[in-house]
């Protein structure tokens, strides 16, 4: 039987990247999936029919999770398909690096928007219904201790995240649910590839520094979310999982 066999999980931004991946590797361990997307529906539909080829249950929900509404939405679809809800993955997330001199209004409100108020309207849909064993996964980054330069807004929506997931995790203990966070070093995705960071001198020099000797894969990331939110982590909340191949 899978680790994640009678669950059902919500994996925001799953139409792509880490999300996908995570989303895959829950559905391989039994979990029934909501594959969440905001503009990308080929990615999400393939998702899910990937998933439901290979035997498991998922089905593809557009959301922008910035929206309470849409987030709202996003779990009541997920309780009403698949009847409960047990673990959230909050993984959707934007990214853009740039000196100070350059940060813009807009490039705030839109990382601090899907990055952070995500969290917390996704989170705050999703808590009335997970009961005692739920579990909630924020995908935080390692550049909340790596310090990147030219990082200032999103290393300050990951620095949210990693504080939002401690509290939560005091927060929502007496109800037996567990709130941890990942935090990823660079990992090759559709996101790392349009942000130009695949392939890049910034990306070798991050591999240069990494124990393990190369960038981070999808799949790194997925076995560590199938662990969080299995009751093999039970004794686990308020933590951060760094994933980045030993790179601190
Ligand atoms: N890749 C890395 O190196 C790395 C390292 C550390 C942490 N992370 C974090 O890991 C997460 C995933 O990164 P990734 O590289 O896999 O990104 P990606 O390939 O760009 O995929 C991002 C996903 O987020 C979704 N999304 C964006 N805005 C959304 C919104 N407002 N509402 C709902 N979904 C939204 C996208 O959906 P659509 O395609 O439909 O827009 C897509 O599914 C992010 O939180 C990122 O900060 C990534």
Avoid: C
Wanted: glycine share 12%; aromatic share 4%.
């Amino acid at each position: 039987m899978g680790k994640l066999a009678g669950k059902v999980a919500v994996v925001t931004g799953a139409s792509k990247g880490i999300g996908a991946a995570i989303a895959k590797a829950f559905a391989a361990e039994g979990a029934a999936v909501v594959v969440n997307y905001a503009s990308s529906k080929a990615g999400a539909d393939a998702v899910a029919a990937a998933i439901g080829k290979s035997g498991g249950k998922a089905v593809a929900v557009r959301a922008d999770v910035s929206k309470a509404d849409q987030a709202k939405s996003l779990i009541d679809t997920a309780v009403k398909t698949f009847g409960r809800l047990d673990v959230l993955v909050n993984n959707s997330g934007v990214y853009a690096f740039s000196p100070i001199e350059a940060v813009t209004e807009d490039q705030y409100r839109k990382m601090f928007d899907t990055n952070v108020l995500g969290v917390l309207l996704t989170t705050q849909a999703a808590v009335e219904h997970l009961g005692a064993g739920g579990s909630v996964i924020n995908i935080s980054s390692a550049v909340t201790s790596l310090l990147p330069p030219q990082s200032a807004i999103y290393t300050g929506t990951k620095g949210a995240v990693d504080a939002i997931t401690g509290v939560l995790a005091a927060e929502l203990g007496p109800r037996k649910i567990r709130v941890n966070a990942i935090n990823p070093g660079v990992v090759e995705t559709e996101g790392t590839q349009s942000a130009g960071i695949t392939g890049s001198e910034f990306e070798s020099g991050i591999v240069a520094q990494t124990p393990l000797g190369r960038t981070g894969q999808p799949d790194d990331i997925a076995g560590v979310a199938v662990f969080l939110a299995s009751d093999d982590a039970r004794w686990l909340t308020g933590e951060k999982v760094t994933a980045s191949g030993g790179l601190r």
